[in-house]
């Protein structure tokens, strides 16, 4: 549930003088203004360590993933703010863990700064959200196979260590 603007600046006030990270998700629906406005509050509220949650927008329409990614939004908050930290939840965006490894690699295609992805050791007997989640050997998986630009990504490292 997303709260009520009123909400978000009752959480930002709760916050003020807190020195902790605080994850700032999109609203449902696609408005980056919102999310702007949300992280804005929490910014004048004196929280420092923002950090932008993408998890796609709720659309009408039958897509491949539940919500619609839009990546669009997430880019334009990314030019807009170049020094915030903006990671994905791919698991909320597929709705379905077979989906997972593709929305994940195009969150790092597009350079985002980590990925939120729901694990659970029987994801069928999850309490909730059980069709999006996946085990830890199933993580291991995926995130062994994505393709990372960063220059600290397993490929580039490892052609990058001189050799004796």
Request: hydrophobic share 40%.
């Given at each position: 549930?997303q ?9 930002a006030d709760?916050?003020?003088g807190?020195n902790i ?7 449902i ?6 999310w702007?406005?949300?992280l804005?509050?929490?910014?004048q509220?004196?929280?420092t ?8 927008f709720?659309v009408a ?7 619609d990614?839009?990546?669009?939004i997430?880019m334009?908050l990314?030019?807009?703010f170049?020094e915030?930290p ?5 698991s909320h965006i597929s709705g379905?863990?077979?989906l ?9 295609d ?7 992805i729901?694990?659970?050791p029987?994801?069928d ?10 085990t ?6 995926i ?8 220059e ?13």
């Amino acid at each position: 549930m997303q709260p009520p603007e009123r909400s978000v600046q009752e959480i930002a006030d709760s916050l003020k003088g807190v020195n902790i990270p605080v994850m700032v998700k999109n609203p449902i629906n696609a408005d980056l203004q919102l999310w702007i406005g949300a992280l804005e509050r929490f910014n004048q509220a004196g929280v420092t360590k923002l950090i932008a949650v993408h998890r796609g927008f709720s659309v009408a329409d039958k897509l491949e993933f539940r919500n619609d990614p839009l990546w669009r939004i997430p880019m334009e908050l990314k030019v807009k703010f170049p020094e915030l930290p903006l990671i994905c939840d791919p698991s909320h965006i597929s709705g379905d863990r077979a989906l997972l490894k593709k929305v994940c690699q195009k969150a790092m295609d597009l350079d985002m700064n980590g990925l939120m992805i729901e694990t659970h050791p029987n994801p069928d007997k999850a309490w909730s959200d059980a069709s999006q989640q996946v085990t830890p050997d199933q993580l291991s998986e995926i995130l062994k196979q994505l393709a990372l630009k960063s220059e600290f990504s397993r490929k580039s490292t490892s052609s990058s260590v001189q050799k004796d």
